[in-house]
């Protein structure tokens, strides 16, 4: 399966001295999106086994970056902080050690969102807590559990790249599908492009 991932210079020297990388729990983002996270890392243990070691945590990179177009183009900015150094690695790797997932639909995971599995799904679970005086947008995380559960749930349909539904999901041909493994090893790359981050 090929892959793309954009990483500093400091990782891909990481990479080219020990001949793999791997992502750490300083790594990780911002504190807000720590549960999006760990539920990520769960995903990929059910999914695709466990990591190398205890402390490894996920790698992102992308299949498809922007919809039909699968690599992601140096000249958009946003990729790492404006004027960073860094690499676009193109992997190839196999495809029973990579977890794919809608980017799109991550979104709701990452701000502790229910995704729904239809507009009138949306609204009938958004009433229901309203009635209980809840709100998903307000409360992270809700501090009933058996909502809590509902929200966590939803979040599997990020993972099938073939669901759609209108004003939710797009079709599978127009998606932005990233891609989370659990290490990159030297023999993965096919090429490197480096870059300064705009």
């Not at 041909?173 to 990233?178: A, L, T, V």
Request: glycine share 4%.
């Amino acid at each position: 399966m090929t892959l793309w991932t954009i990483q500093t210079s400091p990782a891909w020297n990481e990479l080219e001295k020990s001949g793999r990388l791997r992502a750490r729990p300083c790594h990780l983002p911002e504190p807000a999106w720590m549960p999006a996270y760990a539920w990520m890392t769960r995903q990929m243990r059910d999914r695709i086994g466990p990591p190398p070691d205890h402390d490894c945590q996920a790698l992102w990179a992308w299949y498809r970056w922007n919809g039909p177009r699968r690599r992601p183009d140096l000249r958009c900015s946003g990729h790492l902080a404006k004027g960073e150094e860094g690499v676009r690695l193109e992997l190839e790797c196999s495809a029973d050690r990579v977890l794919l997932s809608d980017f799109s639909l991550w979104h709701y995971v990452l701000n502790y969102w229910y995704l729904p599995s239809s507009e009138v799904d949306g609204d009938a679970f958004e009433r229901e807590l309203a009635r209980h005086g809840l709100s998903f947008y307000e409360q992270k995380p809700l501090p009933d559990d058996g909502y809590h559960a509902q929200i966590v749930e939803s979040w599997d349909r990020c993972l099938d790249l073939h669901w759609y539904e209108p004003d939710i999901a797009e079709p599978f041909e127009e998606k932005s599908i990233q891609a989370t493994v659990w290490e990159i090893t030297i023999d993965h790359v096919v090429e490197c492009r480096r870059f300064t981050a705009r």
